[in-house]
């Protein structure tokens, strides 16, 4: 499929990569980008020889934010009613892991993406920020909810009220990221994670990814219980009785994906 500003390829067997690829606006996320990411994503997700997605930007950045330029005259009304916003839940609906490499900045929509990932892996030089403030307006697309789970309170706010921004090895320390690179290192270091994931059996991680985020929106025993309820699902697949059977054999299960 030939998109405008997204790039996609298959860099290792089982692995998806989507790259921004608008560089002379440093990635910004204009309606068209985010509606191609998302087209991508869902057509990854479908297909079966996929396990995971790897979603990169440049070296210079992984995405400087929702397009200013695109915004700049819009009001309540146009923005309400466009529903901009909506194309960006997207990523709810992707039951594979997608994993973000994160180079340079991850400012403003550029680091909620991230933050909607299920990991990040960054280069020692990615940037992480909600510099929205800064324009007068706050985060839309998940930063005042995902931001505080990751980092705390106290320091969300100072993000995102004063325009503070996370070095990769702050965002380490603050468990908002994975891993931190070598700049020449952390897309092949997220795809080798990717690869890793991809080499499982895909009903499994899927059911787990699911448990994992219920933890966001459910109470801790509705929590427990609906992991539970997966956990005892996966007694249903071919993956558990061959995930079983490889380990009491001694020998390297051969996934189904069933
Ligand atoms: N939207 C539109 N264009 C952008 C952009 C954005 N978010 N970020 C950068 N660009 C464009 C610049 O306008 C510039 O284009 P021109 O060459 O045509 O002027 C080009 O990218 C290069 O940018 P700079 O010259 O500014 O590069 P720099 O290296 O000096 O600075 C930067 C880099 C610090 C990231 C700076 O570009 C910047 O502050 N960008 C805006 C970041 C921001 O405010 N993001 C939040 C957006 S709002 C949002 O995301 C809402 C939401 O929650 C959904």
Redesign the pocket.
């Known amino acids: 499929m030939d998109y405008e500003h997204i790039l996609t390829e298959t860099p290792a067997p089982g692995v998806g990569l989507i790259r921004f690829n608008r560089p002379?606006?440093?990635n910004?996320?204009n309606s068209k980008v985010i509606q191609e990411t998302f087209d991508a994503m869902l057509a990854f997700d479908r297909d079966s020889s996929i396990g995971a997605i790897v979603l990169t930007g440049s070296d210079k950045?992984f995405a400087?934010?929702?397009?200013?330029?695109e915004m700049v005259e819009r009001n309540y009304v146009e923005m309400m009613t466009g529903d901009q916003?909506t194309d960006w839940s997207a990523f709810n609906k992707v039951s594979k892991p997608v994993i973000a490499a994160v180079s340079g900045?991850a400012?403003?929509?550029?680091c909620?993406i991230a933050m909607a990932c299920d990991m990040i892996v960054a280069s020692e030089t990615a940037v992480f920020g909600q510099?929205?403030i800064?324009?007068g307006?706050l985060?839309?697309?998940g930063?005042t909810q995902r931001l505080i789970r990751a980092v705390g309170k106290a320091t969300a706010m100072e993000i995102i009220l004063t325009d503070r921004r996370l070095s990769a090895q702050e965002a380490l320390q603050y468990g908002l990221v994975n891993r931190v690179t070598a700049p020449e290192e952390y897309l092949n270091e997220a795809i080798k994670l990717a690869q890793k994931v991809a080499g499982l059996s895909q009903v499994a991680v899927r059911l787990a990814k699911d448990a994992v985020n219920r933890a966001y929106e459910l109470p801790l025993q509705e929590g427990i219980n609906y992991e539970k309820r997966n956990f005892y699902l996966a007694f249903g697949t071919e993956d558990k009785k061959e995930g079983m059977t490889a380990f009491v054999e001694k020998r390297p299960a051969q996934w189904k994906h069933k």
């Open positions: 002379k606006a440093l910004a996320l950045a400087a934010g929702a397009d200013i330029k916003l900045f400012l403003g929509g550029g909620e510099p929205e800064l324009l307006i985060p839309g697309a930063g």
